[in-house]
């Protein structure tokens, strides 16, 4: 599972970063920026299929087009990989509906015993990075259009699988933008998605604050160690 994240850069470092350009009626939607504690229902970055070039503000957690009210998005955060070309909710998205989503660290809790310890896990050798998603449109009761989107998961790898027993789908550098091509097959976008390998990632815990959605300061980000507080790094 994948309920939090951060993007915590400009406007700028985002499109340079992707070559994109943030449409200007969105981006006063979006608020704030940065955003430390990333979670569900909140709105965000992402790049469709459909505008490669640019940079839409979607909300987290995929409203399918049948659903007859938003809350079943907090239930499709994630989607699962082994399952997204058949499952109902995921198929059609999976088919001609796909985005990348921005980030620069996520967080996951290790569970041991009773006690859940929070970790962020970054990419010290690419500060922002992109995450394999579908996205949808829905229609609200009163006819508002609502984009949304959902956060591939996938098998962990060595050093996730010491904090959880998944991960998000990160995508590399080379392989995110064939991920929002309409020319792919389905088993080609599905080899898209591996996990990304460990010694290009790292791990450390952080306050227990990041799971309260209604903290989001720079503090969020920093390790336990360097806020006083002795923690630990993979």
């Not at 955003?35 to 709105?43: G, I, K, L, Q, R």
């Not at 790049?47 to 957690?61: A, K, V, Y």
């Not at 088919?95 to 310890?117: A, N």
Request: glycine share 6%; hydrophobic share 35%.
């Amino acid at each position: 599972m994948c309920g939090r994240s951060s993007l915590t850069k400009t406007e700028k470092e985002i499109e340079d970063r992707f070559g994109a350009t943030f449409y200007s009626d969105e981006l006063e939607r979006y608020n704030p920026l940065p955003n430390y504690n990333v979670a569900p229902t909140h709105m965000m970055p992402v790049i469709t299929n459909f505008h490669p070039d640019g940079i839409h503000i979607f909300r987290w957690g995929l409203i399918p087009f049948w659903a007859k009210d938003a809350k079943i998005g907090y239930k499709m955060i994630n989607a699962r990989k082994e399952t997204i070309a058949e499952k109902p909710a995921f198929k059609s998205s999976f088919k001609s509906r796909r985005c990348i989503i921005p980030m620069d660290g996520f967080y996951e809790w290790k569970t041991e015993g009773k006690v859940k310890t929070p970790f962020r896990i970054v990419l010290p050798e690419t500060p922002i990075f992109s995450v394999a998603g579908l996205w949808e449109r829905w229609n609200d009761p009163n006819g508002q259009e609502v984009h949304s989107f959902t956060i591939i998961t996938q098998e962990p790898n060595e050093l996730m699988a010491t904090i959880h027993n998944r991960m998000p789908a990160i995508l590399s550098p080379e392989t995110e933008r064939l991920w929002i091509d309409d020319e792919l097959k389905p088993d080609d976008l599905l080899a898209l998605i591996k996990p990304y390998p460990s010694e290009l990632m790292k791990a450390y815990e952080v306050s227990k604050r990041v799971g309260n959605v209604k903290e989001n300061d720079k503090d969020l980000i920093k390790p336990i160690d360097n806020q006083g507080e002795q923690g630990r790094l993979f």
